[in-house]
């Protein structure tokens, strides 16, 4: 199996720009998903397909993908937004990268 | 409304068994696959298993950590998904969600049910 790497945290004031990376050797042939995790509650599909917003999502919510790495990038980070953001690579089972805790103060 | 809602997790001895469920209302559960995933406290995700459709032959994975003690299936009469754990051990202890793969990857997840093993 593969693996998908975040960094642990990330801190920006509100209204900077947030970018979570998240890196592995499959993401070049498989697309990457990003979900959102607010405490104590289940996750939260943002992105999907690299880049493609879900419904409802707010437009500050992107994604990119190049090469090994996907980038969810959050312009304009609102205080809203602190949560944990984990990333899932589809295959025939499931890896998520280790979860990145974005913080917004 | 699209809904899964956990249910069945509790307090176990370690090499015990409990089961989960899972039941999905507002979209047709025979369409999808569904899979299981765990959070211990503190810590990120991690997949525990997956069961597709008729059309793919109700097909199982696991991941290796719960391969050969957990076994997930469904009951599509009831528009349920189970996990069932067996041999339980302390690095088990966490919540357990359930969610779905229809068009796009757990678009949707359950509330989550809490398991823990402790003596």
């Known amino acids: 199996s593969y693996e998908l790497t975040q960094p642990p945290s990330v801190s920006v004031s509100p209204g900077q720009t947030a970018r979570i990376t998240c890196s592995g050797d499959?993401?070049?042939?498989?697309?990457a998903y990003w979900y959102q995790q607010k405490s104590g509650q289940a996750p939260v599909l943002v992105i999907y397909e690299d880049n493609k917003r879900l419904s409802g999502i707010p437009e500050r919510f992107s994604g990119s993908s190049s090469g090994t790495m996907a980038t969810l990038t959050i312009n304009g980070a609102q205080v809203e937004d602190e949560a944990d953001y984990y990333c899932?690579?589809?295959?025939?089972?499931?890896?998520f990268g280790g979860g990145t805790k974005l913080t917004v103060l | 409304e699209v809904q899964l809602v956990e249910s069945g997790g509790g307090l176990v001895q370690p090499g015990g068994s409990l089961t989960l469920s899972c039941a999905a209302s507002g979209f047709i559960f025979s369409d999808s696959a569904m899979h299981w995933v765990r959070q211990a406290s503190g810590k990120g995700l991690e997949w525990v298993g997956r069961i597709r459709n008729k059309a793919n032959n109700y097909a199982t994975e696991y991941a290796a950590s719960v391969k050969g003690r957990f076994t997930i299936s469904r009951d599509e009469s009831k528009n349920t998904a189970y996990l069932q754990m067996n041999s339980l051990k302390i690095e088990d202890t966490a919540v357990y969600y359930c969610?779905?793969?229809?068009?796009?990857?757990?678009?949707?997840w359950g509330q989550g049910t809490p398991v823990t093993v402790s003596s």
């Open positions: 499959a993401l070049p042939k498989k697309y």
């Open positions: 969610t779905r793969v229809l068009v796009l990857p757990f678009d949707c």
């Open positions: 899932y690579s589809r295959d025939s089972s499931g890896v």
